[in-house]
């Protein structure tokens, strides 16, 4: 195990934050924290790397991590081969010509401005910098916010390859159909509590869709209505008698961040 | 501590070039105050006393009073305030002190900053110190530099303790110009509350541009500045991001 999460609760002045978050990264494993703006995602990973103190809870890293940020901010009177140097110095284990190769493949041009790269640009050099960190855990934030369609590919195949040096991967994101293809499994927050966690598999076992007469009331997320009929999300358990099909991740996903589920 | 130099090198190099900019017009302008004086002497010798004039003729004199006891003197406090204040509030607030603070510790991260800033202030200070015995040397013009050493160590502590509040600042505050506007409150006030007899200490520029030995002011002025950048560290290790 690579990282070890435990009853972790850090609630702002405001109210939001989290509460009595729990689980674990394994090695070589991509857990995915699954959420809508604000439930606690960038709280959870900034209380893990120490840039937030927890209120309770404990949290164990056993090696060393790199993080890329949510908000990708970057010294923008340096040029794109000067922040590379900027990040070789202030980073132990630094591959600069795996950083290179990343850039290079992404079309970022070495000379320019941080100040004049797009946002996507932006991104794709600080994932190059995160990427070319040696580390056991890799804490990503958004990591393909912004991207376009060919470098979020990309990028995306680059993290499935680091479980293959038995390094693990930790990365929040709100794009559903993403994180099915990429992690291994997932938590899912709302509003700062964890409300589902485990093998994306497993959660799609958990849950199912039910088709009912229009107006029949059930207990579960009313996902769908049409004229004659209304479809459910339900949770499986208690449900075996009736007529169920089975959910997509995103249909699971979109009932628990839009309401109640059981 | 390369990033720290380059991020500082606009800053040093040009309160570098405005300082020498001031000291360069200010030598040849010797002659041209003297007349201007002489040609009002009765109102100086009234308000300003009766050797003045006569005495700003001597090189030594003019250097002194009006380099170090003036314009040098007086921009001290500004340049130990320019180069601390977007230390660390700058990087809060354009978010890159996340990159810093995930690549190395808070210590390292801390400390990096505070030796680049401070050698660099130091190096300055100290250059501008010894600029009219440079200058003077070159244009062999005669200049007893009998006050040079008592003088800069009291720049030197002046500019430390001015850099160390708005060090102070730049960790306490998200945004720069919190911390450049705090420190040059705490400077317009301590130099007002300083006119009054019994807080005179607080006046820093007497401290400054005087020659008197003042060595118990001297340390008092260090010691603050040590508290200041302790109570810095403390809070920068203590602070979320």
Redo the contacts between chains.
């Keep these: 195990m690579i990282l070890m999460v435990k009853n972790l609760s850090k609630v702002y002045k405001s109210g939001t934050g989290v509460r009595n978050i729990d689980f674990s990264v394994e090695k070589g494993e991509i857990l995915a924290i699954l959420g809508p703006n604000g439930a606690g995602k960038t709280t959870t990973l900034?209380c893990i790397?120490?840039?937030?103190?927890p209120n309770s809870g404990s949290i164990v890293l056993s090696g060393k991590?790199?993080?890329l940020?949510e908000?990708k901010?970057?010294?923008?009177?340096?040029t794109v081969s000067?922040m590379l140097?900027?990040?070789e110095?202030?980073?132990?284990d630094f591959d600069f010509e795996k950083a290179q190769r990343i850039l290079g493949d992404l079309r970022i041009p070495l000379h320019e401005k941080v100040a004049n790269l797009s946002h996507g640009q932006l991104t794709s050099l600080y994932l190059s910098i995160t990427l070319a960190?040696n580390a056991d855990l890799y804490v990503l934030d958004e990591p393909t916010w912004g991207l376009d369609p060919l470098s979020r590919s990309y990028i995306l195949d680059e993290i499935r390859k680091i479980p293959l040096d038995e390094k693990s991967v930790l990365y929040t994101s709100h794009i559903v159909e993403e994180v099915e293809k990429t992690a291994d499994r997932v938590i899912i927050l709302k509003s700062g509590v964890l409300v589902e966690k485990g093998v994306i598999d497993e959660i799609k076992e958990r849950y199912v869709a039910i088709r009912v007469k229009k107006g029949e009331r059930m207990r579960g997320f009313l996902y769908k209505e049409t004229d004659e009929e209304d479809v459910y999300i339900v949770k499986k358990d208690g449900n075996s008698g009736t007529n169920y099909e089975p959910a997509s991740f995103s249909m699971i996903v979109e009932a628990m961040m839009r309401g109640e589920i059981g | 501590m390369r990033k720290e130099f380059l991020d500082m090198k606009v800053r040093f190099l040009m309160t570098l070039i405005v300082m020498i900019a001031i000291f360069l017009s200010l030598m040849p302008l010797k002659n041209w105050v003297v007349e201007l004086l002489e040609k009002n002497e009765s109102v100086i010798n009234r308000y300003v006393g009766s050797n003045f004039v006569k005495e700003l003729k001597d090189w030594s004199f003019y250097i002194y009073s009006q380099w170090f006891g003036k314009n040098f003197g007086q921009l001290v406090p500004i340049i130990g305030i320019i180069f601390a204040f977007p230390l660390f509030s700058r990087e809060v607030e354009n978010g890159t002190i996340e990159f810093l603070l995930t690549r190395n510790t808070r210590g390292k991260v801390f400390l990096s900053k505070l030796i680049v800033s401070s050698s660099l202030l130091i190096g300055t200070i100290l250059l501008l110190c010894i600029l009219p015995m440079i200058y003077t040397f070159v244009m062999s013009i005669r200049f007893n530099p009998k006050y040079v050493p008592i003088l800069t160590l009291h720049v030197l502590v002046g500019a430390v303790l001015w850099y160390s509040i708005t060090l102070f600042f730049s960790v306490a505050f998200s945004d720069q110009v919190k911390s450049i506007l705090s420190s040059f409150a705490v400077l317009a006030i301590t130099t007002v509350i300083g006119i009054v007899k019994y807080t005179k200490f607080m006046n820093t520029y007497s401290y400054i541009m005087g020659i008197k030995n003042a060595h118990a002011l001297g340390i008092s002025y260090l010691m603050a500045s040590l508290f200041l950048v302790y109570s810095s560290w403390v809070i920068f290790k203590r602070r979320e991001f």
Excluded: D, H, V
């Design positions: 900034k790397i120490g840039l937030r103190k991590y790199s993080y940020p908000e901010n970057l010294y923008r009177w340096a000067q140097k900027i990040a110095n202030y980073t132990k960190q």
